[in-house]
Structures are given as C-alpha cells and as structure tokens.
C-alpha cells in the first residue's frame, strides 16, 4: 500500500534528499503498518515527534504502535518546536 510521509523542518533529513525540498516522499507499505513502523524504518527518533498526524488526526504517542496505516493515508510529523 502507498502513503505520503511528510516531514517537517529538522526531520526533513531522515527523507530522501530529493524529497527534502518538498517534505514529502510516497512511501510503499507493507499492509499492517503502523505510524510507529513508519517512524522506526526512517531512522527518527520517537522523541523527536512531537507532532503526528494522519490526515489531519492527532496520533498520540501511546497510539503510534497500534495505529495502522491505510492506502493513501498522509502520515505528517512535526519536531519538538519553541517559541518566546
């Protein structure tokens, strides 16, 4: 199965480097994947996602094991941020 992975500012480096510049590259799935699966297979450490979402739905970090993903699903994960 397809989805798009989509990462944001520091984690754009664990994507392809021709992706980089898009944030965004289509990864094919074994069925049954999970959002942790996807996280481990490219190498992002699980405390640099603060922010997961899948089509737009908060996934918590005690949910990111169990929830699988689905054909063209966009999976998108934003670093720990700071503002003032």
């Known amino acids: 199965m ?6 944001f500012a520091s984690l754009a480096a664990h994507l392809p480097p021709e ?3 898009r944030h965004r590259v289509e990864l094919e799935l074994a069925p049954g ?3 942790a699966d996807v996280i481990r297979h490219q190498g992002i450490p699980p405390g640099q ?13 005690p949910e990111r ?3 699988m993903l689905a054909e063209g ?4 994960i934003w670093p720990p941020v700071a503002g003032g």
């Open 73 to 76: 699903e966009v999976l998108a």
């Open 19 to 21: 992706a980089r510049s």
């Open 65 to 67: 094991s169990a929830r």
């Open 2 to 7: 397809k989805i798009t992975l989509k990462l």
């Open 49 to 61: 996602c603060a922010i997961v979402l899948v089509d737009g739905a908060w996934v918590a970090p």
């Open 33 to 35: 994947a999970t959002v």
